[in-house]
Structure formats: structure tokens, C-alpha cells
């Protein structure tokens, strides 16, 4: 695996921490909301 | 077990192994591997299809299977066929595009049918307002959520088009396949970022009085994300499978 795979991999896992990380975030605001609401 | 239909399928295994391994010239290896794939994707596609209706999704999974288990033997045999990773991506993607358009159609298009206003309404009462919230109350008939036509029409005129045609060429190995794959899987990033950010500023009008708020929704729609699963996929795949 040369230097440019490598990186293209780091950048592949940082991109799905970010992306998922995200949708959970949300996730968890509308979880909040939920709770404090007469939903 | 020695039950009659699992020895015939192992027999049948056997003979498709022998056929390919005995010394055969490159020609007959070429239209054996054709073959082979063609039979597997008859029934991929029927059951892709089929699952693309939703109520006869039941029906389709076990044929997209038996396509799966079709080419997995082919490919056990030694014949060329396609990598059954590109297989499962690229009707995965067919299939979430079809869902797609065939939901959000039926509600910019036939949202006083009442097949739409039975199934649509049961199930935004259940899990999204915007289903069931003034529903059919605006000039062109169907959600009445902020935003939710903005993204119907967007979508289904842009990105769900591309992606089936992407999908067939990925599928059938070509380059420009591949490539538009890669685009069309990013605008996943896009239609996901932008309507769950849609959702959660109008949640208030989503979630007020469904049966089964936020986890209901979630539970349905996160099924909707694995286009963009594909793409750590797409960047590392060695290119070079693809043609020209």
C-alpha cells in the first residue's frame, strides 16, 4: 500500500466518523426534543 | 442430511465445477461466464424489481437471493463472473432509488388516490406527520410538511434517475459506471444531510401526535443511508476491473 492509499484511507475513516457522528447527533437533538415535548 | 434437494443442488454444483474446470478453450470460457451471469441476473433483476414494489417485497427477497446464490456458485465453479460486492451495490442502489421515486411519485402525482391516501396517512400517523398534517390541503395535493416538495420533486428529477442509470453501468463493469456511482452515492451525503436537518427544524410539525415519534422514523428510514455505505467501496476498488 503506497503513501497515496494510505491517505485516501485515513480520509475515507475520518469521512464516516464525520457522516455518522452527524446523524447521531441529530439523532439525539430530536431524542431531546421528544423528551421535553408534549409530542 | 441426505435430503433428495440438497443432493441434487450439491450434484448440480459438481457438474457446473467440472464443466468449467476440464480444459475448455477461452472462447467457451468467455460464453460460459456470460451465461452464467445472464441466468443469475435474470433473477436478480426479477427480484429486484419485485421488491421495488414494496408489498411485493416479500416475494422478490427470496428470488434476489437465489440470483445471489446462482452467481456465487458460478463464480465457485471458476467461471469470470461479475464480484458479487458490485452485485449486491449495484442493485442495492437500483433498488433505494426505485423506493424512492415510487413513494414520493406516488405522493407528488397520486396523492388523492386512495391507495396513497390509505398507506400514506396510516403511515404518517404512525411514524411522520408530514403524512398526515394537512395532508392533501395545499394546490398540489399530498404532504403538507415545509420543504417536503422541495426535495420530492428535486429528487426525483435529478439524483434517482442518475443513480439507476449509474447503478445498470456500474453493473454492467463499465468505467463511467463506476464514476457516476461515486457522484450519485455522494448526493446521498447531500439528501441526507439536508433532510435530517429538514426534519429536525420542522419537528414539532413531524413528530406532534405520530404513534411512534423520532425512533419510529429512524427505524424506517435508516435503511434509506446504505447508498452512501458504498463509497468507502468505491474509493479503494481497484479501477482498473471497470472498462472502458
Avoid at chain 2, 451471469?37 to 437471493?65: E, K, S, Y
Wanted: charged content about 15%; overall charge positive.
Amino acid at each position: 500500500m503506497n503513501e497515496q492509499d494510505r491517505k485516501r484511507k485515513r480520509a475515507l475513516i475520518v469521512f464516516q466518523i464525520v457522516i455518522y457522528g452527524f446523524l447521531l447527533t441529530m439523532f439525539l437533538i430530536q431524542m431531546n426534543m421528544y423528551m421535553n415535548r408534549d409530542w | 442430511m441426505n435430503l433428495p434437494t440438497f443432493t441434487r443442488r450439491r450434484a448440480s454444483a459438481d457438474t457446473a465445477k467440472t464443466t468449467a474446470t476440464s480444459s475448455v478453450t477461452y472462447d467457451q470460457h468467455h460464453e460460459q461466464s456470460r451465461a452464467a451471469q445472464r441466468h443469475a441476473d435474470i433473477w436478480l433483476t426479477i427480484g429486484t424489481a419485485l421488491m421495488g414494489t414494496f408489498v411485493l417485497g416479500f416475494i422478490g427477497l427470496p428470488i434476489f437471493l437465489r440470483g445471489v446464490w446462482l452467481q456465487r456458485q458460478a463464480q465457485k465453479a471458476g467461471l469470470s463472473v461479475r464480484p458479487i460486492m458490485v452485485t449486491l451495490i449495484g442493485y442495492l442502489v437500483v433498488l433505494d432509488a426505485f423506493l424512492n421515486s415510487i413513494g414520493w411519485i406516488l405522493d407528488l402525482g397520486a396523492s388523492h388516490t386512495l391507495i396513497t391516501r390509505v398507506f400514506f396517512t396510516a403511515w404518517g400517523n404512525f411514524v411522520d406527520n408530514g403524512y398526515f398534517w394537512h395532508y392533501n390541503e395545499l394546490w398540489i395535493g399530498g404532504s403538507s410538511a415545509p420543504g417536503e416538495k422541495g426535495w420530492e420533486v428535486t429528487l426525483i428529477f435529478t439524483v434517482f434517475p442518475m443513480r439507476v442509470a449509474a447503478a445498470i453501468a456500474f453493473l454492467q463493469m463499465k468505467r463511467w459506471g463506476h464514476q457516476w456511482l461515486t457522484v450519485t452515492c455522494w448526493f446521498g451525503v447531500v439528501i441526507w444531510v439536508g433532510y435530517v436537518v429538514n426534519m429536525t427544524m420542522y419537528a414539532d410539525i413531524r413528530f406532534d401526535g405520530t404513534v411512534l415519534p423520532v425512533v419510529g422514523w429512524w427505524l424506517y428510514d435508516i435503511f434509506y443511508i446504505t447508498p452512501f455505505l458504498a463509497i468507502p467501496y468505491l474509493h479503494t476498488v481497484n479501477r482498473e476491473i471497470f472498462s472502458d
